[in-house]
Each structure stands twice: as C-alpha cells, then as structure tokens.
C-alpha cells in the first residue's frame, strides 16, 4: 500500500488535507489517483472562491471518467496550482505532495480534528476494498 | 456481482497480470492492466495484446451458404475468395444496423460470422430466424462459446507473432487470413484489428488460449509487449475512426447515417432493408454521423449535447468521446444534420453546463505512418 503521511487527514472521498495553521492544503489520495487512471484534466476554483466541506470544489476527469473533487474542509481559496492544469499528470505521478491542488484559508481550524488520520483512512481503504 | 458474467479463457489469466476487471456487456473483463495510455501508446509504437474472445463467432456452411450470408448483410461476399475477411454490417428489414462484423470464407462453401460480444446472443437469435425463412442447403452454428480469439496489434506484432507460429505471416496480406497450428490445435491467422495498426487477430478453440496468451508474453519481452483492456482498445478505436456498435450506431440508425456507404452494396442483389437503403444512397440522410476534435479544454463524452456554434440549440449528441493520447486533446464522434456533418464546420459540446468549441474534421483522426 502507498504511504500516506501521518501529519495529513483524509476523507472518505479520497482527499487529503495538511494543515498549517489556519490554512489547509488539499490533494487528492493515491488511491484516489489509481482508481481513476490516468489523469489528463482538471477544473480547479478560482482565488478567493468559497468552497464547502462535502460540496464538490472542481472536477478531475481521466480517460475514462469524470469525478467531482469534494471539498474536505470549508473555507476561502487562497492560491491554486494553475500548473497542475497544464501537467495534470502529475496527480497520477506525485498525488501526495506535487500535485496539490488548493489552499484554504479555514473557516474553522479545528476541522482538523474531525478527519480520519492516516490509520483510519487506510482502515477505511481495506474495509472498502473489493474482494479480489 | 461477477458470478453472473460471463468469463473468457483468459478470466484468471487477466488477474494473474493485473487486470482491473469490469463488466461490459455481460462480461467479465479487464479494462486496464499498466494503465490506458501507457497500453495505447505501446500499441501505437511496438505491440499490444487484448483478449477479444467475448466476441461471437457465427458459422454457415453449406451449398446455398453464400445466398443466405448476402441476404443478411449489407457487403458483397460475391468476390470474397477462401482466406479472405469482410467488414460489413448486418441490418434489419428497415435498414437498420443490427450489427457491424467480419465475415471470412473459410473454405469454398464455409463462412464464419464474427459479431460483437453484447450483441451475440441477439445476433444469433436473428440469424436462426433468418435462416428458418430462407431455403436452402446451409447450416447455422453459433460456435461462440468454442472460439478464443487474441488480437496482437502494432509495429512489432509481425515479428513477435512468427516466433510463435509457424506460418508464413508475410504471405498474409491485410482483411486475408491463414490457418495455422498452435500447441497442436489448428488456429486461424487474420491480418485484421481495431486500432488502427498493423496487427492480427488468432482464432483458436478455447483451451489453447492462456498458452497462446503466454507464449506471445514471453515472445515479446524485447519489444515491450503489454496486455492491454478494453480502456486502451476503446480510444485506439475511436482515434482510428473506427465505430462502437451501440454507441456510434444501432438499429435505428442505418449504414448510410453512419457514413458506412462503403459497405453498402445493392448491385449484388436482395438483402435485408436494401431498399431503404438505396434510396438513402440516392437522396442523402438528414443525419450524418461526424467526427470533431475539441478546440477548448474538457473532454467529450458518451450522451453529452452537441451544439450549434451560432446559437446554441441542441443539434445532436456525442456517440463516442475521449481523450485522444496521440493528438493530446479531446476527440468524438456524433450525429449531426447532415449539412453540419461537413469538415470544418464550427460546432460546441456542451461539457457540464458550458459550450467548448469544436471542429467537424475528417476521420480518421490518426493514420499510422506507413
């Protein structure tokens, strides 16, 4: 299984967050990368947008499918990485730290607490794997 | 879920080499192994190999087998020499397209029908009742369930492929086809595929089919042979301009629509829907199935509206979408009124609430340099 950093937190929609202080940064998971294959486009919010936790903030689409990404945490955008949108790749290549997508200026930090850590998201991964 | 789908020789097989495994009509089958574009690109530049054994494999044979054949479909099998293959569709009294297949001449009086795997049972349903109303010395056998078939496809295949068989496979010219032995079972050799590249097709009974599979894996290591799902075979299609039966054609849609004229032959005598048929050869269709290529950012889709470029109603809807890994952009097919339908003419995709521009080209969209 793929290393999932101990200091992030993780949602049941495969979106990882790191926090410092009242700012999140939001990626998504390498499982999410491997389920969705290859990544060739994404659809990211603009500075200063508000985003909702569990409210879809963009799309990611691979060759064979399109997904919302869902906001893990609720806030105001502060700085989007433009250059995944020409490299979109790299979510499949570095989905845990090079491809982060948004940061998020909180509206309550203490959100933190409320995501699953690292044991717990990949606890949800082996309750949820298909039995193959 | 999987227990009730049905699995080709090469369902464990598919596991073992990581294989995510789908269902697509009724089948069990993988969709990707390394990942659809890495698989796409090994296909365009050494060698791939897919497991096309879901598909179905119709036999008629008999003295009158040549009639019945050409009262199905809408090609000429009237020049097809023994060892030759056949593109052409099968339609209904309407015109209709029931289906796209090959059609071989196996031997003089011999002719296997190759259909798509989700239409099979259909399919041979159509052909029983077909063959019930016509007369004749001919024989209908569907033999899908004896037949694996492995496509190799790409650059390479020639070359990994003769280190497996014996056959002379630089005596097999393109749409021709030779038998073969493999593991002492008699094989049939087709230089035919859906990619667009040059490749070919083995059709051998069922049991032979995992040690075929391996033995070209071990073949092809110095190439770089990949097994590739049905993700990759999906988008190699589409860039080749190849169609998806259910998706960029069906029974209400007849061969002239779906700018399948070529195979359309009413000079060789009565078939099903040939009149119909004739008469849109003559006066055109107010539908004409196109290709476009996306000039704005997003991907086309199965289902997604096509627009008027003006002023934005609703003009058709996309048949077949996907990213294009060889032209790094979105690609699609759709039907269109047929003035619309022509090379350069500005159009939209309506992508989730927006119009992305588009242009009506020419298919196919890539052409293998030769």
């Known amino acids: 299984m793929a290393e999932y950093p101990d200091s992030y937190r993780y949602t049941k929609d495969h979106e990882w967050v790191s926090f410092e202080g009242d700012v999140g940064t939001v990626g998504i998971t390498d499982h999410a990368q491997n389920e969705l294959g290859d990544v060739v486009y994404l659809e990211l919010p603009e500075v200063g ?14 060759v064979k499918a399109v997904s919302d990404l869902v906001a893990p945490v609720s806030g105001e955008i502060t700085e989007v990485h433009t250059g995944l949108i020409d490299a979109p790749e790299l979510v499949n290549d570095d989905p845990h730290a090079g491809a982060w997508m948004v940061r998020v200026r909180l509206d309550d930090a203490a959100v933190a ?3 699953w850590g690292a044991d717990e998201y990949r606890k949800f991964l082996e309750e949820t794997a298909e039995g193959d | 879920m999987s227990a009730d789908l049905k699995k080709t020789p090469l369902h464990a097989w598919h596991i073992q080499h990581g294989g995510r495994m789908v269902e697509f009509g009724g089948w069990h089958m993988p969709v990707q192994f390394a990942g659809i574009v890495s698989e796409h690109n090994a296909v365009r530049q050494r060698a791939g190999l897919f497991d096309v054994s879901h598909m179905g494999e119709i036999r008629v044979r008999g003295g009158d087998a040549l009639a019945f054949v050409q009262k199905l479909v809408t090609n000429d ?13 099968m339609t209904n009294f309407e015109g209709g397209v029931l289906d796209d297949l090959l059609v071989y001449r196996l031997d003089g009086d011999d002719y296997l029908l190759v259909v798509n795997a989700a239409t099979t049972p259909k399919d041979v349903a159509w052909v029983k009742e077909q063959a019930g109303q016509t007369d004749g010395d001919f024989e209908v056998e569907d033999q899908s369930s004896q037949w694996a078939q492995l496509a190799i496809q790409g650059p390479s295949s020639e070359a990994i492929l003769a280190r497996v068989i014996s056959l002379d496979l630089s005596s097999i010219r393109y749409y021709r086809c030779g038998w073969t032995q493999f593991d002492s079972l008699d094989a049939l050799v087709s230089r035919t595929g859906y990619t667009g590249e040059d490749g070919f097709e083995v059709y051998l009974p069922a049991g032979g089919a995992v040690a075929l599979a391996d033995a070209l ?3 092809g290591q110095q190439e770089g042979l990949q097994a590739i799902g049905l993700g990759a075979r999906d988008t190699l299609r589409l860039e080749a301009g190849m169609l998806l039966y259910g998706h960029d054609m069906d029974a209400t849609r007849s061969p002239v629509e779906a700018g399948l004229e070529w195979v359309v032959k009413p000079g060789k005598g009565p078939f099903n829907g040939r009149q119909v048929l004739l008469e849109e ?5 107010l539908e004409r199935l196109a290709g476009f290529v996306i000039d704005g950012r997003g991907l086309p889709r199965h289902g997604y509206p096509i627009l008027d470029a003006g002023d934005g109603a609703e003009i058709g ?3 077949s979408g996907s990213h294009s890994p060889t032209l790094q952009k979105g690609i699609g097919l759709g039907y269109l009124p047929s003035e619309l339908a022509e090379p350069e003419t500005q159009i939209a995709i309506e992508i989730r609430g927006k119009a992305v521009p588009a242009t009506v080209v020419k298919t196919p969209f890539y052409k293998r340099p030769r």
């Open chain 2, 77 to 89: 099998m009237g020049n097809l020499e023994v060892g030759q293959a056949r593109y052409t569709v």
């Open chain 2, 281 to 285: 050869l003559d006066t055109g269709t």
């Open chain 1, 113 to 115: 607490e409320t995501l």
């Open chain 2, 217 to 219: 894996m071990a073949a």
């Open chain 2, 317 to 319: 809807m996309v048949s």
């Open chain 1, 49 to 62: 947008a508000q985003i909702k936790e569990g409210q879809p903030f963009g799309t990611i689409e691979s």
